[in-house]
């Protein structure tokens, strides 16, 4: 037999890539989301042979994640992750050296990538385009917020009725748009079931930017805690059928808020009367997105 029949009868026999079967991704626990690679292709004879370089990441096992840093020499390489895409993997020497499953664009063939890592205390977070560090702690916070946020943004309950709590934002300083949140303070008034107003200082949580409510608009709460912390209801202008959540934590005052050209004024509720006309209760509520 002559070594062109015996290359093309193994030829023959072998599955290909694509008929191989799937590994097990229960096999498979760890996760891993790649910020920065550096990769070099090698060649024999024109052919490409291997790749080989080094990267950072974080290992996500379960509920712990960790920064680290690797280096591999594989068959094609990991290559940055787009938004929260991982790469599967699991331990081959515990604390030193784990192995990823790659595949490739455009074919079901799945390739086995061998990566000698190192462990960091920190994880790595990209902000502003720069990739950071942030402690466990401030990890924890950040990913804290981020679920605060999403849940914010698809409110269950969305049935105006239910959110009979006046409100009126007259002032409004919000910080950083941290971990999608927006974080602020301010002053307002919410009103009784009389419609009369009372002052309130307040602290904001809010996925979305707020506004300050104008003249004789209101957003739409409801109470969590009575007198201390209240929801209010978002829509927004561009679609309606988009809504959000904030969330006031409140210290109520017997006075009354004015907008004034000097800035907040706290007037008694009997001045406010005489000097302001009493705010009516529309059916628009101020909140929008």
């Not at 086995?112 to 466990?136: E, F, N, W």
């Given at each position: 037999m002559t070594l062109k029949s015996v290359v093309a009868l193994l030829a023959f026999c072998l599955p290909a890539a694509s008929a191989l079967a799937s590994p097990d991704l229960s096999q498979y626990p760890l996760r891993v989301q790649v910020f920065r690679d550096h990769a070099s292709n090698h060649y024999w004879d024109g052919m490409y042979d291997y790749s080989h370089g080094h990267g950072k990441a974080n290992l996500i096992d379960g509920t712990l994640t960790n920064a680290m840093v690797y280096e591999f020499r594989c068959d094609g390489h990991p290559t940055s992750s787009e938004a929260d895409e991982t790469y599967p993997a699991r331990w081959k020497?515990?604390?030193?050296?784990?192995?990823?499953?790659?595949?490739?664009?455009?074919?079901?063939?799945?390739?086995?990538?061998?990566?000698?890592?190192?462990?960091?205390?920190?994880?790595?977070?990209?902000?502003?385009?720069?990739?950071?560090?942030?402690?466990?702690?401030?990890?924890?916070?950040?990913?804290?917020?981020?679920?605060?946020?999403?849940?914010?943004?698809?409110?269950?309950?969305?049935?105006?009725a239910h959110y009979p709590v006046k409100v009126s934002l007259l002032h409004l300083e919000l910080g950083e748009h941290l971990a999608h949140i927006y974080s602020g303070v301010g002053q307002g008034n919410i009103l009784d079931a009389q419609g009369v107003p009372h002052g309130v200082d307040f602290a904001i949580h809010c996925p979305v930017q707020v506004h300050e409510s104008p003249e004789g608009r209101y957003y739409r709460g409801r109470w969590d805690v009575e007198s201390h912390q209240l929801t209010i209801l978002l829509h927004s202008y561009e679609d309606p059928s988009k809504f959000a959540t904030c969330t006031l934590k409140t210290v109520m005052h017997n006075d009354v808020y004015l907008r004034t050209a000097a800035g907040i004024e706290a007037v008694s509720v009997a001045k406010y009367q005489e000097t302001h006309k009493p705010e009516v209760a529309s059916n628009t509520p101020a909140g929008g997105q």
């Open positions: 020497k515990p604390g030193t050296e784990i192995e990823l499953l790659m595949g490739r664009v455009g074919s079901e063939h799945i390739t086995k990538c061998s990566l000698a890592v190192t462990l960091k205390p920190y994880v790595y977070h990209v902000r502003d385009g720069s990739l950071i560090t942030m402690t466990q702690e401030e990890w924890a916070a950040w990913q804290a917020r981020s679920a605060e946020s999403k849940e914010a943004r698809m409110p269950m309950d969305t049935d105006y």
